[in-house]
T-cell receptor
Framework: AQSVTQLGSHVSVSEGALVLLRCNYS??????LFWYVQYPNQGLQLLLK??????LVKGINGFEAEFKKSETSFHLTKPSAHMSDAAEYFC????????????FGTGTQLKVEL | GAVVSQHPSRVICKSGTSVKIECRSL??????MFWYRQFPKQSLMLMAT?????????EQGVEKDKFLINHASLTLSTLTVTSAHPEDSSFYIC??????????????FGPGTRLTVL
């Protein structure tokens, strides 16, 4: 079975600083990987996804993530944090042939300070 | 495109009553819908997968008689929490899969329903 580990339940950065949210996955077959953002009392919004092909994936709001098979990682980055980036971020994995089921990590709360 | 709505956004009910939550795909046909539960400060846990016109598939540990799911049309799925108790208080989120879009068949998430059982 697949699983997702997000290191750091809380990350705090200064506005303008680099954002790095870590995600490691476990899967016996090639995975599809996702990052979602959730604002308070709202559903999830897809930031970006990796399926096949280019390992560096660019998403919305200036975020990007790199799939590293050797490290089983899919870390999310943004060069310069903005106050509006403060939210909960979830990494998720879906295995091919897995019936479209998503397995989510425990989430990382991003705080952006002035 | 690919908008999913949920109704109600918030509901407060008394213990022992039943509550119905609706999930609608507004601009696409959803062959499959998923229901998740999220406790405060925690991740989403898949409760069940709902396919239009057939019985839902529940995840291990989820009581199907307590959480009734109906997917009667390609744009509507409902979750009914029967005989609700305070421990059922949670944030319930649905997602819908667009069966007509090729490739990944991405899930689109609704805004969630906050259930509070007194």
């Amino acid at each position: 079975a697949q699983s997702v580990t997000q290191l750091g339940s809380h990350v705090s950065v200064s506005e303008g600083a680099l954002v790095l949210l870590r995600c490691n996955y476990s899967s016996s077959v090639p995975p599809y990987l996702f990052w979602y953002v959730q604002y308070p009392n709202q559903g999830l919004q897809l930031l970006l996804k990796y399926t096949t092909g280019a390992t560096l994936v660019k998403g919305i709001n200036g975020f990007e993530a790199e799939f590293k098979k050797s490290e089983t990682s899919f870390h999310l980055t943004k060069p310069s944090a903005h106050m509006s980036d403060a939210a909960e971020y979830f990494c998720a994995v879906r295995i091919t042939g897995g019936g479209n089921k998503l397995t989510f990590g425990t989430g990382t709360q991003l705080k952006v300070e002035l | 495109g690919a908008v999913v709505s949920q109704h109600p956004s918030r509901v407060i009910c008394k213990s022992g009553t039943s509550v119905k939550i609706e999930c609608r795909s507004l601009d696409f046909q959803a062959t499959t819908m998923f229901w998740y539960r999220q406790f405060p400060k925690q991740s989403l846990m898949l409760m069940a997968t709902s396919n239009e016109g057939s019985k839902a598939t529940y995840e291990q540990g989820v009581e199907k008689d307590k959480f009734l799911i109906n997917h009667a049309s390609l744009t509507l799925s409902t979750l009914t929490v029967t005989s609700a108790h305070p421990e059922d208080s949670s944030f319930y989120i649905c997602s819908a899969r667009d069966g007509e879009r090729g490739g990944l068949n991405e899930q689109f998430f609704g805004p969630g329903t906050r259930l509070t059982v007194l």
